[in-house]
């Protein structure tokens, strides 16, 4: 069964600062992964899907990267603002249908 | 992008009563839809793979009967939680995949269950 971590649980850094956020997953045999952002009590945001066939995906500040083989990914956010602040989650996509199985996320804090 | 819509965003109810909450794909035809779970301070836990003009798959541990899925169209998926009871309290949240075969995932706000 596969099973994801993130680490770390929680992260406060001040605003400016360059900050990687990982993710670890057991099976290797997924078919992609994507980086989810949600705010307290909302839904989530997609942020950066990685096919399997990739190693990474950037969308302005952000840079994902994706070891298949090793089962990690990280979420690189540069310069960060007080607006990044939310709960980070990782979700790898694997099964006919591609259902996510989700890591316990990261709360990031970015104090102003 | 993608948008995904759901309603009620929120909904108080009884013991003992049902309530249907709705997953619309409002920009595209999601023939795979997604329910999930979310309770404080948790991640998101899959409870069932919705596919369009057949029967949900159903995550082990979700019964199927107090969970009824239907997904009677390409843009709508519904969940009726039946016989809600105060466990049942949690942020349910939908989502729906690209029709590509590793599409991506878009979810939708979440609708925010409170049994009493």
């Known amino acids: 069964k596969q099973e994801v971590t993130q680490i770390p649980a929680a992260l406060s850094v001040p605003e400016g600062e360059n900050l990687v956020l990982n993710c670890s997953f057991t099976?290797?045999?997924?078919?992609?992964l994507q980086w989810f952002r949600q705010d307290p009590g909302k839904g989530l945001t997609s942020l950066l899907l990685?096919?399997?066939?990739?190693r990474e995906q950037t969308s302005g500040r952000l840079n994902a990267s994706l070891d298949k083989s090793s089962g990690r990914s990280t979420l690189y956010i540069a310069a960060s603002q007080p607006g990044d602040s939310a709960t980070y989650l990782c979700?790898?996509?694997?099964?006919?249908?591609?259902?996510?199985?989700f890591g316990s996320g990261t709360q990031l804090t970015v104090l102003p | 992008g993608a948008v995904v819509s759901q309603h009620p965003s929120w909904v108080i109810c009884k013991s003992g009563t049902s309530v249907k909450i709705e997953c619309r794909s409002l920009?595209?035809?999601?023939?795979?839809m997604f329910w999930y779970r979310q309770f404080p301070k948790q991640s998101l836990m899959l409870m069932a793979t919705?596919?369009?003009?057949?029967?949900?798959?159903?995550e082990q541990g979700v019964e199927k009967d107090k969970f009824l899925i239907n997904h009677a169209s390409l843009t709508l998926s519904t969940l009726t939680v039946t016989s809600a009871h105060p466990e049942d309290s949690s942020f349910y949240i939908c989502s729906a995949r690209l029709p590509l075969l590793a599409g991506e995932q878009y979810f939708g706000p979440g609708t925010r269950l409170t049994v009493t």
């Open positions: 990685i096919q399997s066939s990739q």
């Open positions: 099976d290797s045999a997924i078919y992609n």
């Open positions: 919705s596919n369009e003009g057949s029967k949900a798959t159903y």
């Open positions: 920009d595209f035809q999601a023939t795979t």
């Open positions: 979700a790898v996509g694997a099964g006919s249908a591609r259902q996510l199985t």
